[in-house]
Every structure is written in structure tokens, then in C-alpha cells.
């Protein structure tokens, strides 16, 4: 018991460690914020709910195995070597792929018909929802 609370340690300080240094991370957190909330207002159903979580989920366990790459690869190689660049930019790119997906999953959720009728009832409280997560988006890149 005691090693598998010390792997959840280890885990969430790497986490705790990508989400500080990685503002690409922070923006999907951010994004996955945005749709739960979007999701809460319009009453998905169940299912719907699943597939957000889900994709939310699978974007950003893709850019920490990402970001874990990275750093070993910057690690193992401080000059510029093709290969690596290459490694590099696979990985990003598969985070790129993981979070179109989740945009089409997103689109299929949210512009359903009774979905969206229901959002745009509640243009107000999407209207502060998009204010926040604007203000959350330029605080993370002013950062940098």
C-alpha cells in the first residue's frame, strides 16, 4: 500500500510540474474548464458527458506523455539533432490529433439542436463563461 500511495505521489508531482512549465497544458486545462461548464449549462446528457470527459482526459494525458518526452529528450540531447526534433514534433502532433478529435466530439455535442437551443437561452452566463476563460488565456500567456 505504502508504494502505490509513493506512485501517486510521484504522479502528481509530475503533474504539478508540466502544469507549472508547460503553458500548453495549462491552455488544454483551461479548454477542458470551458467545456464542462458549457456542458453543465446546456444539461448534456450522460453519455455526452462521457465522451467530453473522455476526450478532455485524452488530450491532456497526450501532452504530458508530450512533455515527458521533451524533457528526456532535452535531457539526453542539449545541441540540435534532427532525429530529436523529429521525436519532438511526432509527439506534438499527436496531441494535435488527440485534440481535433476532441473538438469534433465537442461540435457533435454541442450543436445538436436541443443542445444548442439550450445555450443560447443562456447567453449571459455564456457570455461571462467566455469572459473568464479569456482573461484566464492572457494571464497564462502573458506569463511567458
Given amino acids: 500500500m505504502k508504494q502505490l500511495l509513493f506512485s501517486f505521489a510521484c504522479a502528481l508531482r509530475g503533474m504539478r510540474r508540466a502544469l507549472k512549465s508547460e503553458r500548453n497544458l ?12 458549457l ?4 444539461g448534456v446528457e450522460p453519455w455526452a458527458w462521457a465522451a467530453l470527459i473522455s476526450c478532455s482526459a485524452l488530450v491532456v494525458g497526450a501532452e504530458l506523455l508530450n512533455t515527458a518526452l521533451e524533457v528526456l529528450a532535452d535531457r539526453v540531447e542539449s545541441k540540435k ?15 494535435l490529433c488527440c485534440a481535433i478529435g476532441a473538438i469534433a466530439v465537442a461540435c457533435v455535442v454541442f450543436l445538436r439542436t436541443e443542445v444548442f437551443a439550450t445555450l443560447s437561452r443562456r447567453l449571459p452566463a455564456l457570455a461571462g463563461l467566455a469572459v473568464v476563460a479569456l482573461f484566464s488565456l492572457v494571464c497564462i500567456l502573458r506569463k511567458r
Avoid at 26 to 37: E, M, Y
Avoid at 39 to 42: G, N, V
Avoid at 81 to 95: C, T
Fill in 81 to 95: 539533432n534532427a532525429l530529436i526534433r523529429d521525436a519532438k514534433d511526432v509527439a506534438a502532433g499527436a496531441v
Fill in 26 to 37: 495549462q491552455i488544454h486545462l483551461l479548454a477542458a474548464g470551458a467545456v464542462c461548464a
Fill in 39 to 42: 456542458a453543465h449549462l446546456s
